[in-house]
């Protein structure tokens, strides 16, 4: 039987804990039997031929910057099938400056008011029943409660209640259903994003955990 394989990318900014967030992903896939490649290299990204022989690549990259030869790679392999899943800002808040980064992935982080001590909902989307979902219940959590501009096409999966009760600011003016985990897909690769993830221990939690888990399984090609 020929295993799966994932390549899993981490760097920038280090509040995130990308390593530690890395080394869960990893632990999570082999688990699943992949065969995971890890490093914190930007300039592995620039070999195209083995971006496109892996059937998930997995971004952990927060706050960074990444040139075209690295970026190129990346874009016609996730075109050509390979799955793309990440969460938080390691996905969504990796290179500001690219949208086209942006454009695949299907947002981008803007702001969180309250920072990381904010006790909010997530909320399953249950008008959209999806295998990624099934059985999760609603749940809580603590930490940053992310607002994203978002591709409107994106399948959203799960939710919450934007701003939560209490943080005040001028966002209190627009509340809103904040898509927090979605699907979607860039040419023929499957994307999956997850909002949460500020720091290894939010990811380490029950749901959390098990929505990274099926988005990786769902994503792979």
């Known amino acids: 039987m020929i295993k799966k394989t994932a390549f899993i990318f981490w760097g920038g900014w280090e509040g995130h804990e990308p390593q530690q967030v890395a080394g869960l992903f990893s632990e999570i896939l082999t688990a699943e039997g992949f065969l995971v490649q890890v490093t914190n290299s930007m300039d592995d990204l620039l070999d195209a031929d083995n971006l496109k022989s892996i ?15 690295q970026l190129e790679p990346i874009l016609s392999s996730v075109k050509s ?25 299907g ?5 969180h008011p309250g920072n990381d001590s904010v006790q909010y909902t997530i909320h399953i989307n249950h008008e959209n029943p999806h295998e990624i979902t099934e059985g999760i219940p609603d749940f809580e959590v603590v930490s940053e409660q992310y607002y994203l501009h978002t591709d409107p096409g994106n399948n959203v999966l799960a939710y919450t209640i934007f701003p939560k009760a209490g943080i005040e600011g001028p966002h209190t003016e627009n509340p809103c259903r ?12 499957k994307v999956f994003y997850n909002a949460l993830g500020h720091h ?5 939690a029950k749901y959390p955990r098990e929505l990274m888990r099926r988005g990786f399984l769902w994503a792979a090609r």
């Open 55 to 69: 059937d998930l690549i997995v971004p952990v990259v927060t706050m960074s910057s990444i040139i075209s030869a």
């Open 81 to 105: 099938g390979v799955g793309l899943a990440g969460c938080h800002g390691g996905m969504c808040d990796a290179f500001r400056q690219e949208t086209e980064w942006q454009f695949m992935t």
């Open 107 to 111: 947002g981008q982080w803007v702001a």
């Open 178 to 189: 904040m898509p927090q985990v979605w699907t979607k897909k860039y040419g023929q690769g």
């Open 200 to 204: 290894r221990d939010v990811l380490e």
